[in-house]
């Protein structure tokens, strides 16, 4: 036989029970929402160098993207001559040289030190040397989030490459990244785009024309002269075609001419 007291204790103990599983399950619905925002983020920060960046070499449907920091995807080549490897060490690996951009909107000095990016310099040389920017067009402006012009491709819509890739160099040159994992890339820094994965740089490259933050993973190998960061400002000063933020300049831009020669 029960008793009334027994029966409280019996009724107390079954309440403590569904307030325990009540906040067991309240607690795991937490952790999922914590674990889905988490991996939100991450998306937000890798897609979102794509709002930070999108610096990379990419897809043409990629250039929709926010921005990362672009260069085409390994294995893209351009119609001119694609190259299976990576030429061979050309350059004096100690001395500084000059990349000079003839473009419509004036001219682009931009210094380079091949003791810091001695692969990347090497394969300006030689691409320039095959006069391979030579009247391409730089395809790319971002105005909102990151403020770059990108150009280097003979294709002109992001997704030519030399055919070969480059390793990433220098990326510890910009200091340590901050909580949101960012550095900032100067006004007038000139680096390489790529695909998002290490070594995956061709030919492709952006001008900051705006202090931008980005993750550290696009090769800083240049930096740009005065009146070489004025034009390309005045250029994004002009806007993106059809008034977005990413996309293809208004004030179409054409490298009429690269050179790389020791300075």
């Not at 889905?36 to 990419?58: P, S």
């Amino acid at each position: 036989m029960v008793t009334s007291d027994q029966r409280r204790r019996q009724l107390a103990r079954e309440k403590f029970e569904r307030q325990q599983k009540r906040r067991e399950e309240s607690q795991r619905k937490a952790k999922r929402r914590t674990r889905i925002i988490v991996a939100a983020v991450a998306v937000a920060l890798v897609a979102g160098a794509g709002a930070y960046t999108n610096f990379r070499t990419e897809s043409a449907a990629d250039a929709k993207k926010p921005i990362e920091f672009p260069s085409s995807s390994p294995g893209a080549q351009s119609s001119s001559e694609p190259e299976a490897d990576e030429p061979k060490m050309a350059v004096d690996t100690k001395a500084k040289y000059t990349m000079a951009l003839t473009t419509n909107h004036g001219a682009v000095s931009i210094a380079m030190d091949a003791a810091k990016t001695p692969r990347t310099v090497n394969s300006f040389k030689h691409l320039a040397d095959k006069k391979y920017f030579d009247n391409t067009k730089c395809h790319r402006l971002t105005t909102e989030g990151i403020f770059v012009l990108q150009c280097g491709d003979p294709k002109g819509d992001g997704t030519g490459g030399p055919g070969y890739t480059i390793p990433d160099e220098n990326l510890a040159s910009l200091g340590k990244p901050g909580a949101d994992g960012a550095v900032t890339f100067k006004a007038g820094t000139v680096a390489m785009a790529n695909t998002g994965q290490p070594g995956t740089g061709g030919s492709q490259f952006f001008l900051v024309y705006k202090d931008t933050k980005l993750p550290p993973q696009y090769t800083p190998f240049g930096t740009m002269d005065a009146a070489g960061l004025k034009a390309v400002q005045e250029v994004a000063g002009g806007g993106v075609e059809g008034g977005a933020q990413d996309g293809a300049p208004k004030k179409a831009v054409t490298i009429e001419k690269a050179t790389v020669d020791k300075a």
